[in-house]
């Protein structure tokens, strides 16, 4: 077997970053995972961070480091919660007591720096959520970006609007900033964008049954936990079926043959305007003459995706 790869997970956990956890803690067979380290988002920092060791504690197989981090964005007061999509809880209602699993002292900003820093060119980062404990961390060690073997992000969106505003992805607009030192890092990225989570990768009813009647803790615990972002697609759009989006990240970053169409562009974070902050940019045909600066994901193998996803979630 082949040496594994080596992940820190960076994610602010509601309860599509519960599935894309569980994966990597369930993919032994691909990597190791060295942290996972912790920044608002969907949640209030200290709930982003007990839904964590849930869902360290529902892969069944170990619990890595986990790292407190950024408990806002670099330029706001606080993120903008998604209760409403995620319940109050970030698992959909399931109110679970804190679990056993410890919380590291060290802070996660630092702990990316030093997990990075002792292992040149051996870690690889995924984002699943604003990217603000990554820029800080970018920030205040200025030789990290050379030491990162690569980073997989979820964010931006490449040709439909955007699940914030008409113009925005949830994770570049909660802090823009922390996105635009991000990409100018000079960094391997690959962006998996929205316009993955439309379609044909939505979870199926059908799908749910299967899940639930698969015999898996971890499969069964996954279902329960989504039982409000269910509830808000039916409400919102109509249909029964709904994105999990950040296991789309995981699963391109465990499994790169799933992407497709991926393409070199040149980007760019508006961090300004009025109607457009967290637009992110994508030069695709070139026109501004510029050097790519990232690697754009905008579409996967929904076959191929939903075999690894349901297999790493012991169902397939």
């Known amino acids: 077997m082949s040496e594994l790869r080596r992940f820190i997970v960076d994610t602010d956990t509601g309860s599509d970053d519960v599935w894309a956890v569980i994966e990597a803690l369930r993919a032994v067979d691909v990597v190791r995972v060295e942290a996972i380290t912790v920044v608002c988002g969907n949640l209030p920092l200290d709930l982003c961070v007990k839904n964590a060791m849930h869902a ?34 970030g698992l959909g209602g399931m109110n679970l007591p ?55 992000i979820l964010g931006g969106s490449a040709g439909v609007s955007g699940n914030m505003t008409p113009t925005a992805e949830y994770n570049v607009y909660v802090d823009p900033e922390a996105a635009d030192i991000v990409l100018d890092a000079g960094m391997d990225t690959v962006w ?15 799908e749910v049954e299967m899940l639930l009647n698969s015999g898996s803790h971890t499969a069964q615990f996954c279902v329960r936990c989504t039982r409000k972002l269910r509830e808000y ?14 296991s789309l990240v995981m699963t391109a970053a465990l499994y790169p043959e799933i992407m497709e169409g991926v393409f070199q562009a040149n980007c760019a974070v508006e961090r300004i305007g009025t109607e457009t902050r967290g ?21 996967v193998n929904v076959p191929l995706y939903k075999k690894h996803l349901f297999a790493l979630l012991g169902a397939g």
């Open 56 to 89: 360290a504690d529902a892969a069944r197989t170990y619990v890595p480091p986990i790292y407190r981090g950024m408990e806002r964005p670099i330029m706001r007061k606080q993120a903008f919660y998604a209760a409403d999509i995620h319940g109050e809880d």
């Open 279 to 299: 637009y992110f940019r994508i030069d695709r045909d070139n026109r501004l003459k510029r050097s790519p600066n990232a690697a754009i994901c905008p579409a």
């Open 233 to 246: 697609y039916l409400s919102m759009y109509g249909r029964p079926s709904y994105s999990v989006i950040d």
């Open 98 to 152: 804190m679990p056993e699993s410890p919380v590291e002292n060290k802070h996660a900003v630092d702990a990316i720096i030093d997990i990075v820093m002792a292992n040149s060119g051996e870690i690889e980062i995924v984002t699943c959520g604003p990217m603000t404990n990554l820029a800080m961390a970018l920030l205040k060690e200025p030789k990290l970006a050379e030491n990162i073997k690569k980073v997989w």
């Open 192 to 206: 998996v964008t929205w316009d993955t989570a439309v379609g044909e990768t939505e979870i199926t009813p059908e």
